[in-house]
C-alpha cells in the first residue's frame, strides 16, 4: 500500500475488511467440522474399506518423461496444502504490512501469547515422550487451528469484542509462522541441493519481477510460483513451505491513492453517463466501453495483487481444500476402548499439550504481559476474554494432523493415535472455549445474549 493512500484509509473499512475475513474463516470453519465428523462415521461405517481405498488410488500427472504420480492423499497433502500455505502466507504478510502485527503495540501480546501456547504444550510432549520413538512428535500440539476457532467464535455473535477476533486472528497467524519455521527446521529429512538451488532461484526471480521489475500480473507469478512448488518436493524440503515463501514476493503496494482512484471514477461515470444512449447498450457504445476499461484500471492501481489474490483464492481454501484435507485425514477407525488408547505417551501428550498446555501458555504469558504493563489487553476485553480465546487455541486439527502426518511417516499407528488424541482434544477445547466466552466472560453486546 502506497503512503498515500495508508494515510487516508480509514478504520471503518479495515474493521469492515476484518470483518469480511472473520466471517469467511467461520463459515470455513463449520465446512471443516461437517466433513470431519462425515470422515469419521466413513472410516468407521460398513464402508470404511473404500474410505481408504479412494484415497490411496493413484493420479499421475504429466507430459512424456515428466510425470508425477503420487496417492490422492500425497497430492492433498502435498498439492492443495501448498495452496492453503500460500494464502498462509499472504495473510502473514498482509497483517504485518497493515494488520494486527503491524504496530508494537499491536504485536506484544499476540505474539507472545503465541510464543507461550507453542513453548508449553512442546514441554507436556515431551514430559510424556522422552526418549520414546513418539518424540518426533514435539510439534503437533503447537498447532491452533484459525478456521476451527474462528468458527467457534462466530457461534457468539456480538457477544465476544472484535479486539478479541483480532486478537485470535493475530495469535493464530503468528502459530502458523512458528508451526513453518518447526516443518521447514526440522521435519526436512534430506536435501536435494540441485533441486532447492532451482526453486531458491524461482523465488529470486519472483521478487525480482516484484521489487526489480514492477510486474503486477499474477501469471507470471503463478508459473514460477508451480516451478518453487515442484523444486521444494523434489528438494526434501515440504513443498508447503514453497507456499509460503512464493506468497512473500507477491506485491503488496498499490500504484494509485484514494484521492486520485475518487477523482478517476467520478471522470469516468461522468463519461459513462453522457454516452447513455436509448435504444444503445454498453455492447455497441464505444464511449462507454472507454468509461468502464478505465475503472477496470483504476480499481487494478488502488488494490494490490496479493488482496485480490487473496480475495480469489480464500473460498477455494475455506470451502474446498480445507474440508478435502478434513474428510482425507480425519477417518480414524474407533475400535476397542479409545480411552486406553489415550492413555498412551504419543496421546496422553498431544491431548494434554492442547487441552492444558495452549491454555496455560496463552492465559499465562498474557496475563504477566499485562501486568508488566508491556501491552494492554485488546479493546473491551478482559482477562476471562483472553482465557477463553486460550482454550479455543487448543483446537489445533488441521495444523496438528498435518505435523503429525510429517512426523510419524513410516509409523501408521502413531499416526492414528495422534488423530484420536487430535480431534478429542480439539472438541474439548472447542466446546469449554464456547461456554467459557459464552457463560462467564462479559457480555459486550449490552443484549445479554448470542445474535
Not at 468458527?151 to 512458528?178: E, M, N, Y
Not at 503496494?253 to 486520485?260: G, K, L
Not at 499407528?413 to 472455549?433: D, M, N, P, Q, T
Request: charge should be negative.
Amino acid at each position: 500500500m502506497s503512503q498515500s493512500a495508508g494515510k487516508q484509509f480509514p478504520m471503518h473499512t479495515l474493521l469492515n475488511s476484518f470483518d469480511a475475513f472473520f466471517r469467511m474463516e467461520a463459515a470455513g470453519g463449520i465446512a471443516l467440522m461437517v466433513c470431519t465428523v462425515v470422515a469419521l462415521i466413513w472410516a468407521n461405517s460398513p464402508w470404511a474399506q473404500s474410505y481408504h481405498a479412494l484415497w490411496q488410488t493413484k493420479i499421475t500427472v504429466g507430459i512424456g518423461s515428466w510425470v508425477l504420480s503420487k496417492a490422492a492423499i500425497l497430492w492433498i497433502n502435498d498439492g492443495l496444502m501448498a495452496i492453503f500455505f500460500f494464502v498462509v502466507g499472504l495473510e502473514i504478510k498482509r497483517e504485518i504490512l497493515v494488520g494486527g502485527l503491524s504496530t508494537p503495540s499491536q504485536t506484544i501480546m499476540p505474539v507472545a501469547a503465541a510464543l507461550g501456547g507453542m513453548v508449553v504444550p512442546a514441554l507436556f510432549f515431551f514430559a510424556f515422550n522422552a526418549g520414546e520413538e513418539s518424540m518426533a512428535g514435539w510439534g503437533i500440539p503447537m498447532a491452533t487451528d484459525i478456521a476451527f476457532a474462528l468458527g467457534i467464535l462466530s457461534l457468539l455473535g456480538s457477544r465476544v469484542p472484535i479486539g478479541l477476533k483480532i486478537f485470535l486472528t493475530a495469535l493464530a497467524i503468528v502459530d502458523d509462522i512458528g508451526a513453518i519455521l518447526v516443518i521447514a527446521i526440522f521435519y526436512t529429512t534430506s536435501l536435494d541441493l540441485t533441486a532447492l538451488g532451482i526453486g531458491v532461484a524461482m523465488l529470486g526471480l519472483m521478487a525480482l519481477l516484484n521489487l526489480r521489475w514492477g510486474i503486477r500480473h499474477s501469471i507470471p507469478y503463478l508459473v514460477l510460483g508451480i516451478i518453487v512448488w515442484f523444486a521444494f518436493l523434489k528438494s526434501g524440503i515440504h513443498a508447503t513451505i514453497a507456499g509460503v515463501l512464493a506468497a512473500m514476493t507477491i506485491p503488496a503496494s498499490t500504484n494509485m491513492d484514494c484521492t486520485n482512484f475518487v477523482e478517476k471514477l467520478r471522470s469516468a461515470a461522468g463519461v459513462f453517463e453522457m454516452a447513455i444512449t436509448p435504444g444503445k447498450s454498453v455492447l455497441t457504445n464505444k464511449e462507454q466501453q472507454v468509461a468502464l476499461h478505465s475503472i477496470e484500471d483504476a480499481y487494478e492501481a488502488v488494490t494490490t495483487p496479493l488482496q485480490n489474490i487473496e480475495h480469489a483464492l480464500h473460498p477455494w481454501v475455506s470451502f474446498c481444500i480445507m474440508p478435502v484435507f478434513a474428510l482425507a485425514n480425519a477417518g480414524v477407525a474407533l475400535e476397542g476402548d479409545v480411552f486406553q488408547e489415550l492413555m498412551t505417551p504419543v496421546a496422553l501428550g498431544i491431548f494434554l499439550g492442547l487441552i492444558v498446555g495452549k491454555q496455560v501458555g496463552v492465559a499465562a504469558v498474557c496475563w504477566v504481559v499485562n501486568k508488566l504493563g508491556l501491552a494492554p489487553y485488546p479493546d473491551r476485553t478482559t482477562f476471562m476474554h483472553i482465557y477463553g480465546a486460550s482454550c479455543l487455541a487448543g483446537v489445533g486439527f488441521t495444523m496438528s494432523i498435518f505435523i503429525a502426518n510429517l512426523a510419524y511417516v513410516d509409523a501408521t499407528r502413531l499416526v492414528e493415535l495422534s488423530k484420536i488424541a487430535i480431534l478429542f482434544a480439539s472438541l474439548l477445547a472447542g466446546l469449554w472455549g464456547y461456554l467459557v466466552l459464552r457463560f462467564f466472560a462479559p457480555d459486550v453486546s449490552g443484549k445479554g445474549g448470542t445474535d
